[in-house]
């Protein structure tokens, strides 16, 4: 028995590896694919030996799922803890990012992980955040949405405080995002805050968007693409639902945008497609001010296809 422990394999991959090993997937990420926004297993590797040197090693095994894109290869929703990449623009700069999500698992009652945090940056605090997490693990499992929470921030524990999310690491060089609620902190805590919180971003000019018709732009991590048709706006998510084919690539037709892949039709003030009625294209609110578009994120996290049709829509003259 002592023989085979001491085989070199079994240095480099332990017969009884850390709780932080033992459960770890990760997808092939950019080194094998073309469809990965961030490289994966290096990453995956270097966290969980980061936190075997943060938590120890004397606890239960946690399952930590990474997907290097949307598509969710390394299945991010059905983990403990998920990590999907996304690309994010922090300060200007693009950088590599994850959206994080807690709670998922694949047992008898199978759920879906939520996700809690949107385009976290991949640098050194990672561990430090994910290790908070891990640490306060049960409260995240009951997550609740907190209008005062920052901007990237979508879910906190149930009654725990914004601190406890931000003691680990510093969100201030973080790009400020304006909130609006209706409702009063308390107020919003007991109905559903999905429908007081507002996100309204600047994406281009008038004058640009008038000259190119289509443009791709990203909001707190979220790909959007932007279209003139005549001299009205619309505002949906860059990926088609179907496959994936980047939206800003496509035609309009008809009031229809057409996926440049499949020439699947989504109807652009509600995202309904008219070959398949499963698929949902997301579409935003979007509306032309002072020589500016803006678009209505409106939900925080949680954005479905646009439940205000009939407002979705405004000139580009406006």
């Not at 860059?238 to 309009?252: E, K, V």
């Not at 497609?273 to 409106?298: H, K, M, N, Q, S």
């Given at each position: 028995m002592q023989a085979l422990l001491a085989e070199p394999l079994l240095q480099e991959f332990p017969h009884a590896p850390s709780p932080f090993f033992r459960k770890l997937v990760a997808c092939t990420g950019t080194d094998y694919c073309n469809l990965a926004l961030i490289e994966t297993k290096r990453r995956a590797n270097e966290l969980s030996k980061a936190l075997e040197q943060r938590l120890g090693t004397r606890r239960d095994a946690l399952s930590i799922h990474w997907s290097g894109c949307p598509a969710g290869c390394g299945n991010h929703q059905a983990a403990d803890i998920g990590l999907r990449g996304v690309r994010a623009n922090i300060g200007g700069k693009v950088i590599d990012a994850v959206s994080i999500y807690v709670g998922g698992s694949t047992r008898?009652?199978?759920?879906?992980?939520?996700?809690i945090l949107e385009a976290v940056p991949c640098d050194e605090a990672l561990p430090d955040l994910i290790g908070t997490i891990i640490e306060h693990f049960d409260l995240f499992k009951q997550v609740q949405r907190d209008p005062a929470a920052g901007d990237r921030i979508l879910m906190v524990p149930a009654g725990a405080t914004?601190?406890?999310?931000?003691?680990?690491?510093?969100?201030?060089?973080?790009?400020?995002?304006?909130?609006?609620h209706s409702a009063s902190h308390a107020e919003a805590k007991s109905q559903s805050a999905a429908s007081h919180i507002r996100i309204t971003e600047k994406v281009c000019s008038v004058e640009e968007l008038s000259r190119r018709r289509f443009l791709r732009v990203s909001v707190l991590g979220k790909q959007l693409a932007i279209?003139?048709?005549?001299?009205?706006?619309?505002?949906?998510?860059?990926?088609?639902?179907?496959?994936?084919?980047?939206?800003?690539?496509?035609?309009?037709?008809?009031?229809?945008?057409?996926?440049?892949?499949?020439?699947?039709?989504?109807?652009?003030?509600?995202?309904?497609?008219?070959?398949?009625?499963?698929?949902?294209?997301?579409?935003?609110?979007?509306?032309?001010?002072?020589?500016?578009?803006?678009?209505?994120?409106?939900?925080?996290?949680?954005?479905?296809a646009n439940p205000h049709a009939d407002d979705a829509v405004q000139s580009l003259t406006s």
């Open positions: 008898p009652n199978a759920t879906v992980g939520e996700q914004e601190s406890l999310l931000t003691e680990e690491r510093d969100l201030s060089a973080w790009p400020t995002r304006t909130f609006t279209f003139a048709d005549g001299d009205r706006i619309f505002a949906t998510d860059l990926d088609c639902p179907h496959a994936g084919a980047p939206l800003d690539r496509g035609t309009i037709e008809n009031g229809r945008l057409v996926c440049p892949l499949h020439a699947y039709c989504f109807d652009l003030l509600n995202g309904t497609c008219d070959a398949d009625p499963r698929l949902v294209l997301t579409t935003y609110r979007v509306f032309a001010e002072g020589g500016a578009v803006f678009v209505d994120l409106g939900q925080c996290g949680s954005v479905r």
